[in-house]
């Protein structure tokens, strides 16, 4: 397979952020209509929603949802929200991505063997980190994502009108709803995403079954793509839920999920598993191998510019 070929200099922590950002940007535009699909599943069923899809609509399974999606709303619903989702990815990415390996190397005190609790901790250290930086523009990607067009829910007219609309008729604290669940979901993310991804490439390299190249990226993006979705489900529904919420609907992000257990039983804290594996699981693929090939792209430019004539 064709790909930039490692270099011999570490990438550097700049390196890393911007190509972390830019590599989750590119998986977003093309896996975000099965994130759309996702969002959909998992609030079906809620009694009520700012904004929610058409009351008679009923999503089954991924292609069902988003084929009723289209038929109703037109192809262009897919997207909603692209642009708040690429505004998160930006700053979310960037930093529990592309900080990852710093924060690792602080914990292990420069250590070249990191061990799990260390990976462990430096995950969920960049996952909380992202969520504080990015939150409001994961609350407007998913409110843009939950609104159907044929639903007479709440509309905004524009991302930069959803942030103006929320803080306006919410209070600032609108922007930063389901902080909490957010903060356990990404940390639990990072660390099921970035440690697992880790731990299968380290594996593979130290078995020699595959160099350190797009087969192995993408074999290790896979499975850590698969483990993310089994762990973190639960959360990230709850934080779908909450997020969507009418104000005063959950008292707490906890409130949320009882209601959920004793409304919807606890399959509930699975809606919209196979959306999350697909996008998940394309997702990390796309992201992974983008990132690691952006790396060395990087690195060799600023090598070759720094190199003497």
Not at 109 to 128: N, Q, V
Request: aromatic content about 10%.
């Amino acid at each position: 397979m064709v790909g930039f070929k490692a270099t011999d200099i570490p990438p550097t922590a700049t390196v890393k952020f911007l190509g972390a950002g830019t590599a989750a940007c590119i998986a977003d535009l093309i896996t975000f209509p099965l994130d759309t699909a996702k969002v959909r599943l998992q609030i079906q069923g809620e009694s009520q929603g700012p904004v929610r899809a058409t009351a008679g609509a009923q999503y089954r399974g991924v292609l069902g949802t988003i084929l009723t999606m289209v038929r109703t709303e037109g192809p262009r619903s897919l997207y909603n929200g692209l642009v708040a989702g690429l505004q998160r990815q930006m700053s979310f990415a960037s930093v529990r991505i592309g900080l990852y390996d710093s924060v690792k190397q602080f914990y292990t005190k420069g250590s070249e063997h990191a061990s799990i609790g260390s990976r462990l901790l430096a995950g969920s250290t960049t996952g909380a980190l992202a969520v504080a930086v990015a939150q409001p523009t994961d609350v407007v990607k998913v409110r843009f994502q939950a609104q159907a067009r044929a639903g007479g829910g709440r509309r905004y007219q524009s991302t930069i009108d959803a942030y103006k609309t929320i803080a306006r008729e919410e209070g600032f604290g609108g922007l930063w709803k389901g902080t909490s669940p957010n903060v356990a979901r990404n940390a639990i993310v990072n660390c099921a995403e970035l440690v697992t991804y880790d731990l299968i490439k380290d594996a593979l390299l130290k078995a020699n079954l595959m160099t350190d190249d797009l087969p192995c990226h993408f074999t290790s993006a896979f499975g850590a793509g698969f483990c993310t979705t089994v762990i973190a489900s639960p959360v990230d529904v709850v934080k779908t839920r909450y997020m969507n919420s009418a104000l005063g609907q959950y008292s707490s992000a906890g409130h949320c999920a009882l209601t959920m257990l004793q409304k919807e039983g606890p399959r509930a804290f699975y809606k919209g598993f196979m959306p999350s594996f697909l996008r998940l699981g394309s997702w990390n693929v796309v992201m992974f191998v983008t990132y690691e090939q952006l790396k060395r792209a990087l690195m060799a430019a600023c090598t070759s510019r720094e190199a003497p004539f």
